[in-house]
């Protein structure tokens, strides 16, 4: 029943859970030593503690896998569109030719009937813009509404990270081998007449002119083993936290 989008799945993977790979071979490295100092004994307790600690999805998680059932259940969708939510679907075939301007690649949008086109694994699902099966990976366009929104220093921004690490990770699980690197492209495309806002500068709009060169930023993204051990335990969580939900929805008036 429950049903995550990629583009929404940040709040379920924000935190840390268990411990990295580095802090594992510490404990084992500790685990493996017959006497320790008192140093060395509190590290391994520490280490023990947080591998050992129960995983606690945060308030924005739980919201989002709890609205996520109530979908199913009452039957229902949420959704809106913005003129830039808009223009990025109208324009994702011209920012994908800017892209290939720069970096003399010929890639396409995914479409329907692709191998890689619609992707699922458990609860979550999603359609990414670029699948590169040869170099496994994955490229998400980010067409940027005008001149003043477009990022010309690689931005951080936690949602959109995770929204393509989550299309390696199922890429990852479908296919049995490690879909490792991702990038984000923010692309500077002409806004369709359509969407020109009455109350701003039509130059900030009209990009023609501009040399290819400075009409793309990307940010390079990269699912570790880290990542993927973070993501199974997260998935796993709110799968147990659905069937809570679950059955408080069938319970609550009995």
Same mark, same amino acid.
């Given at each position: ?39 060395? /004994? ?18 924005? /998680? ?55 086109? /619609? ?136």
């Amino acid at each position: 029943m429950l049903k995550i989008r990629a583009s929404k799945c940040s709040a379920l993977f924000t935190g840390t859970d268990g411990l990295t790979a580095k802090q594992q071979e510490t404990l084992d490295g500790l685990m493996s030593k017959v006497k320790l100092t008192d140093n060395q /004994a509190t590290k391994r307790d520490e280490l023990i503690s947080k591998r050992d600690s129960p995983i606690t999805l945060g308030d924005g /998680a739980r919201t989002l896998i709890e609205e996520s059932i109530d979908e199913q259940v009452y039957n229902y969708r949420t959704s809106f569109s913005t003129r830039e939510m808009t223009k990025g679907t109208d324009v994702e075939d011209e920012s994908i030719e800017v892209y290939n301007r720069i970096f003399f690649t010929d890639y396409r949008k995914m479409e329907e009937g692709d191998d890689h086109f /619609a992707l699922s694994f458990l609860y979550a699902s999603g359609h990414p813009d670029i699948v590169d099966c040869e170099s496994r990976k994955v490229i998400d366009i980010k067409s940027s509404w005008s001149k003043k929104t477009f990022p010309t220093r690689p931005p951080t921004n936690p949602a959109y990270e995770w929204q393509g690490k989550m299309y390696l990770y199922m890429l990852t699980k479908k296919t049995g081998k490690h879909w490792e690197d991702g990038e984000i492209a923010y692309i500077l495309t002409t806004t369709p007449e359509e969407l020109m806002p009455d109350h701003e500068d039509d130059s900030l709009h009209y990009m023609d002119s501009l040399d290819d060169m400075l009409r793309a930023t990307v940010v390079k993204i990269q699912l570790t083993e880290d990542d993927i051990r973070h993501m199974d335990a997260r998935m796993f969580a709110a799968e147990m936290h659905a069937d809570e939900y679950v059955n408080f929805l069938k319970s609550k008036n009995k």
